[in-house]
């Protein structure tokens, strides 16, 4: 048999394995173990602390799903901040929307995007676009001390470990809250709803105290833990529920359109009795 075989090691009592053809890249960062894999299955992935972060075969589910949400229902998004997301797959994204004249992006750990350029470039391929500012720093320093108001706040970032820890606190989303415009709205990836719900209701919770509305939508990625993956917006005016369909179309997309857009948000029984 060729290849072998990565576990993710997802809980106490369950992982998945990737057989992978090759390990690409692996170092130390100052923030994380990252290894580029070229799987069997998903073709090439970013891998972080032991978790499968992007694949070339599914990212377009995770990284549409993101992004094109809060893009569409905010009417006017001209100055957007994405925290996180170095593997630039939601930047691709929310540069794909003519209305953006600003992308303030925060990444902490710069050697993530230096190695999804190289080894990852149908995803990181919107680095050279001329309305990005890139910021190699903490993103949660970054909204403590930024004077900014942004109409979109894109938080894509990784599971709750290491650096990224803070970045699900309540204390964190104030700060988002202060950097938004008074119409301004932000989306979290919020993680499974049934794997890691305590982190999913703690999110769900800290928003609803801080945002004047509170929504969860879901979509399954095959490559993150088996399910459904949950996003979760706060939103100071704007309801995502409506969608601004007076814009010019994005063509190309391969998962979002209007429909996805409005089931999106019909929740499973369990997952409304999770958030009261
Ligand atoms: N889509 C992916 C997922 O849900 O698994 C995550 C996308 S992206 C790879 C997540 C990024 O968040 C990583 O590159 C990581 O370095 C970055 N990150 C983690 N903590 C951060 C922090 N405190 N400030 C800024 N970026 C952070």
């Known amino acids: 048999m060729s290849g072998y075989w990565m576990n993710e090691i997802n809980t106490d009592g369950y992982r998945v394995q990737w057989k992978i053809n090759n390990i690409l890249h692996t170092e130390t960062t100052d923030y994380q173990q990252l290894s580029i894999v070229d799987t069997v299955e998903w073709g090439k992935a970013l891998v972080l602390d032991g978790a499968l972060q992007v694949s070339e075969k599914d990212e377009f589910i995770y990284n549409e799903m993101i992004t094109h949400i809060v893009m569409h229902s905010h009417p006017q998004p001209e100055k957007i901040l994405i925290i996180g ?52 720093e903490d993103g949660i320093k970054f909204v403590a001390n930024s004077k900014e108001k942004y109409d979109v706040v894109i938080i894509d970032s990784s599971d709750p470990v290491g650096p990224a820890v803070q970045l699900y606190s309540k204390g964190f989303y104030e700060n988002v809250f202060k950097v938004l415009a008074s ?26 105290t801080i945002f004047a509305q509170t929504y969860v939508y879901l979509a399954t990625v095959p490559t993150y833990v088996s399910g459904p993956w949950s996003f979760t917006i706060g939103s100071k005016k704007y309801s995502p529920l409506k969608i601004i369909d007076d814009r010019e179309t994005i063509n190309g997309l391969k998962y979002y359109n209007a429909g996805i857009h409005k089931g999106a948000f019909n929740l499973p029984q369990y997952v409304k009795e999770l958030l009261g």
């Open 183 to 208: 119409d301004g709205m932000m989306v979290a990836q919020s993680e499974s709803p049934i794997f890691y719900q305590d982190i999913f209701v703690s999110v769900f919770d800290s928003l609803s």
């Open 85 to 136: 997301g170095g593997d630039g797959g939601a930047l691709r994204e929310v540069v794909k929307h003519k209305d953006v004249k600003a992308v303030d992006m925060v990444e902490i750990d710069g050697r993530v995007i230096e190695n999804c350029k190289k080894y990852l470039p149908s995803i990181a391929c919107a680095f050279d676009d001329p309305r990005l500012n890139l910021y190699l």
